[in-house]
């Protein structure tokens, strides 16, 4: 059973018409219960609705909401500086991450509501370019050439058991949330949420045995000797920032994602079902 709410923080995709108006819905209902509400400036459903200035740092926030796509979920996550539960309400078509359907919003949150909830703490990692950190990555930071099309050639390290020079179109460094993301096109392994574990996979090795490695979360990634002028680190799809010499990558904190009783029920159920057919 989940902790009982008494504020939530509203964000979302302001150019969403279908988030804004799931939001507006959501916010009634939470009004509705003497829920206090905190809206993301970036996100004006209404006007007498209280700021959530820095995501509900100087505010007393049960739970985030998130309307729209897993981009939207990405960049909320990026964006919490706290430990603050997450609900990602799907707004679109796809929504892998996405734990609540928009189209049943009345349905999901009287589960919420009423404790039929656990969160799930999600795995981050963060990368240091040139020596200066950037944003935290949900799913994963993946570094590519400056010139889309170009080969490049690094040498790859996992703190001091591994060294070896590659040469492909890129390298992606993902969580296991991100498994199932980038990492997976580019024939890396699906990795349960829970797992300890980051994945790095090369995107077209010209070394056949350069295959995707699957490590502890605990080991620092480091890429540096590039052979071709600058690279890019992509964080999540979303960011980008070049570099000159070095990219180091290493576990962050973690967030937590919130997960239904229905859900929760509906993967018991598949995984019931995988281990009959086995």
């Known amino acids: 059973m989940g902790e009982k709410i008494k504020s939530v923080g509203i964000t979302g995709r302001n150019n969403n018409e279908q988030a804004i108006e799931i939001a507006k819905k959501a916010i009634d209902i ?3 219960n003497n829920i206090e509400v905190y809206c993301d400036d970036d996100f004006p459903i209404y006007k007498n609705i209280l700021p959530l200035a820095d995501f509900g740092i100087k505010k007393n926030i049960d739970m985030v909401f998130s309307f729209g796509g897993d981009g939207t979920l990405l960049k909320t996550a990026r964006g919490l500086k706290k430990d603050i539960p997450i609900a990602g309400v799907n707004c679109g078509r796809l929504g892998f991450l996405l734990e609540i359907k928009g189209d049943e919003i009345e349905k999901e949150l009287d589960l919420i509501l009423n404790g039929n909830y656990h969160t799930q703490k999600r795995t981050r990692l963060r990368a240091e370019v040139d020596g200066k950190k950037i944003s935290p990555a ?10 889309s099309g170009r080969l490049i050639r690094y040498e790859l390290h996992i703190d001091d058991w591994y060294n070896k020079k590659e040469g492909s179109d890129g390298v992606i460094i993902a969580t296991p949330t991100g498994s199932t993301g980038h990492s997976l096109s580019a024939g890396g392994p699906i990795v349960v949420a829970e797992a300890e574990v980051f994945i790095i996979t090369p995107i077209n090795p010209l070394d056949w045995s350069d295959r995707p490695i699957v490590i502890s979360d605990k080991n620092v990634v480091r890429i540096d000797n590039f052979k071709v002028g600058s690279l890019e680190v ?3 799809g979303q960011e980008r920032y070049g570099a000159e ?3 180091e990558v290493k576990k962050a904190e973690s967030v937590r994602i919130v997960r239904t009783k229905r859900a929760f029920n509906k993967l018991a159920k598949i995984r019931s079902f995988i281990c009959e057919e086995s």
Do not use: M, R
């Open 138 to 147: 949900l799913n994963e930071v993946a570094v590519v050439p400056k010139l």
């Open 30 to 32: 939470f009004l509705k």
């Open 234 to 236: 992509i964080v999540d």
């Open 245 to 247: 010499e070095k990219i």
